[in-house]
């Protein structure tokens, strides 16, 4: 079996969901959603800044992204 290498950030985030007590399937959407955000964002989300998100959820909207997703 082979294991994915976490980062530090993923692995906090993992852990906070716990703390909030989020099922697996919350915690699968939360990853997945951040995962794209990654991608939209072309670098680490921890560097994102607030017009970065604004033009995320821009993008979103868009593109027919519900606002509970």
Same mark, same amino acid.
């Given at each position: 079996?082979?294991?994915?290498?976490? $980062? +530090?950030? /993923?692995? /906090?985030?993992?852990?906070?969901? /716990?703390?909030?007590?989020?099922?697996?399937?919350?915690?699968?959407? =939360?990853?997945?959603?951040?995962?794209? #955000? $990654?991608? #939209?964002?072309?670098? $680490?989300?921890?560097?994102?800044? +607030?017009?970065?998100? /604004?033009?995320?959820?821009? =993008?979103?909207?868009?593109?027919?992204?519900? +606002?509970?997703?």
């Amino acid at each position: 079996m082979t294991q994915e290498k976490v $980062s +530090p950030l /993923r692995e /906090r985030m993992m852990e906070d969901m /716990r703390i909030r007590g989020m099922g697996d399937k919350s915690q699968k959407a =939360h990853i997945r959603a951040l995962k794209d #955000f $990654s991608a #939209f964002l072309g670098r $680490s989300p921890d560097t994102a800044e +607030p017009d970065d998100l /604004r033009a995320y959820q821009l =993008h979103m909207a868009n593109t027919g992204v519900t +606002p509970s997703t």
